[in-house]
């Protein structure tokens, strides 16, 4: 096979960027090609990276593309994600992957019909900080890990976002959004997860959206924006998981995870750097010695000082799994559990009842600063 991929982007809105500015760093992918149903943000983008607008058919058919990212909303990444497919090319979508276990498991029957792959993001947990949390979990340095909680609560996307409008419909809403950060490095840490129950409701009918162009309007809220799940383990820890956009303020931590020789204390999973900070049985927390992982090196600059960002690792690392044939770590397989789990919560809030989960996977291979730098151009 040859040693790069010619990569076409579906979508061209607010995340597509990121792609765009951040693939050039990874080997084995190259940008060719973008669509949209809107033309003219199509256009923009290719003028922008310098890549070829085309048409969301004529995108499916260019030979010179051998896999999609699929950035369009969530309501439409089963029906493209399968139309991709049936255009023979491998697909890597963005979070969530599809809205129910049956798109994603028909998902993978055209796949594997078609020996094809498909890949999902996030891929936020092969960075520096959470592989840094991966590897002492694996030393055994905090024993099992038996419990932990996770938090990540704010006031929504109304704020900023100029067409806020799906992530308040089903397919929307914090579980779906920013869940998958947070279950894909649980995952990564301690393995698939058994079943799960949950709490779900919303403070109110409506947002009103304050971010341009559209301030002033008024969107409906049709799915629920205040999750509060708990997630047993196959290895017998107990997590809990608050998701919420109804939290104007809150001191809650963003990970910890509680072991039996000790605890770890892990930085925003929606991030792939941060700090890592430990304790033993004497309870003394520490920072972890920092390693030099690539993907913990700030590249960006926010309001709040340097930031790292290497999304499209995982859509690198697709590629290079295909060139080398092996597993790529964002695999339809982790994804697809992840899917059952969100699903599973959304479930258990409107029966009040656990959910037993059908699927399971197995860790992604562990990436340490050598197999990430081995990413790098």
Avoid at 141 to 157: D, E, F, L, P
Wanted: net charge negative; aromatic share 6%; charged share 20%.
């Amino acid at each position: 096979m040859t040693k790069e991929l010619g990569v076409g982007i579906l979508g061209c809105g607010n995340i597509s960027e990121t792609y765009f500015k951040l693939a050039p760093l990874f080997k084995g992918l190259k940008i060719l090609a973008c669509a949209d149903i809107n033309p003219e943000a199509a256009e923009a983008k290719a003028q922008e990276f310098g890549v070829t607008a085309q048409s969301v058919e004529a995108l499916l058919a260019n030979d010179d593309v051998d896999v999609i990212v699929n950035l369009t909303i969530p309501a439409a990444h089963f029906e493209m994600s399968k139309r991709i497919l049936e255009a023979g090319k491998h697909v890597y979508s963005e979070k969530p992957l599809v809205l129910s276990l049956d798109e994603g498991k028909a998902l993978k029957q055209i796949a594997d019909a078609g020996d094809l792959t498909v890949g999902c993001a996030p891929d936020t947990f092969l960075g520096g900080a959470h592989q840094l949390a991966r590897r002492f979990i694996d030393q055994g340095s905090i024993g099992r890990v038996t419990s932990g909680t996770c938090h990540v609560m704010s006031h929504g996307m109304e704020m900023w976002h100029p067409n806020p409008d799906f992530f308040f419909l089903p397919g929307g809403g914090p579980i779906l959004d920013l869940g998958p950060y947070y279950i894909a490095n649980l995952i990564n840490l301690i393995g698939p997860v058994k079943r799960v129950a949950a709490l779900t409701s919303k403070a109110t009918e409506t947002r009103l959206i304050t971010s341009v162009p559209r301030k002033g309007e008024t969107i409906p809220v049709r799915t629920p924006t205040d999750i509060h799940a708990l997630l047993a383990f196959e290895n017998g820890a107990s997590i809990t998981l608050s998701a919420s956009w109804d939290v104007w303020a809150h001191r809650h931590a963003n990970m910890e995870l509680y072991g039996t020789e000790g605890s770890l204390f892990l930085p925003d999973p929606n991030f792939f750097g941060g700090r890592v900070e430990a304790a033993g049985r004497d309870g003394s927390v520490a920072p972890l010695d920092e390693w030099e992982h690539p993907f913990s090196i700030a590249n960006q600059d926010f309001e709040k000082g340097g930031r790292a960002n290497y999304r499209t690792a995982g859509l690198a690392d697709m590629a290079l799994a295909l060139i080398e044939g092996r597993e790529p770590r964002c695999s339809l397989e982790r994804a697809l559990h992840g899917v059952d789990v969100m699903v599973g919560i959304l479930t258990s809030g409107e029966t009040g009842e656990f959910v037993e989960l059908s699927t399971t996977c197995t860790q992604a291979e562990a990436l340490d600063a050598d197999a990430a730098a081995s990413l790098l151009r």
